[in-house]
């Protein structure tokens, strides 16, 4: 299996309302030399995190221990620039399941559901919302429900829902990468093999 499943998920969040937030950002190109997903949460915003000298920069909210969960919040056109997919190795593995924003960039939706992360595409209103109910309760929870494609605030209720591609959430639903996918239809793919041999 590639990764966790991801079904239903309930978590507080971290907001970073940042407009076009591009991949060298999230992850800066001196950082691109390994080639396994493993450590790059380390350097996950590293030039935003960090001073020269490595020390935390403390008006940053990933060094705020208010705000905790596994779900980011970001602003809109969030992941542009290069199609780097590190981008997206490094908020995995710095423990995020979920980015929601109200528009990203094509490669990195991609990039971010290829290895298990679910893109929640919403409406900026809704998205202001979002915004709004972490900074009156930096506890507040929200509800991202894959199966029935919705997003809810949950202490007031207020829902959304998000499109996904079938397959990419039949995917994210079961764990599986692109050849994890393949995989679990060996026998399948066999016996139509089978049956085309004259």
């Given at each position: 299996?590639?990764y ?7 978590s ?41 000298d490595?020390?935390?920069k ?36 710095y ?22 992360i ?64 393949l ?16």
């Amino acid at each position: 299996m590639a990764y966790d499943k991801f079904n239903i998920l309930r978590s507080s969040a971290v907001p970073m309302p940042i407009e076009n937030v591009d991949t060298d950002q999230i992850i800066p190109a001196r950082f691109l030399k390994a080639t396994k997903r493993e450590g790059f949460g380390d350097n996950l915003f590293r030039d935003w995190r960090y001073n020269t000298d490595g020390s935390p920069k403390q008006d940053f909210v990933l060094n705020n221990p208010t705000y905790t969960g596994k779900i980011l919040v970001g602003g809109h056109n969030f992941g542009s620039g290069s199609s780097r997919e590190h981008a997206a190795w490094a908020i995995y593995d710095y423990g995020f399941r979920c980015v929601v924003s109200s528009f990203f960039a094509d490669i990195f939706k991609g990039n971010s559901i290829n290895i298990g992360i679910l893109p929640v595409q919403v409406s900026p209103a809704f998205l202001d919302k979002i915004f709004l109910a972490i900074e009156a309760n930096p506890a507040a929870e929200l509800e991202v429900d894959l199966p029935a494609q919705t997003i809810t605030i949950v202490e007031t209720g207020e829902q959304e829902s998000f499109a996904i591609n079938g397959y990419k959430k039949n995917n994210l639903m079961n764990g599986f990468d692109d050849i994890d996918y393949l995989q679990a239809m060996k026998e399948e793919i066999g016996g139509f093999a089978d049956k085309s041999i004259y």
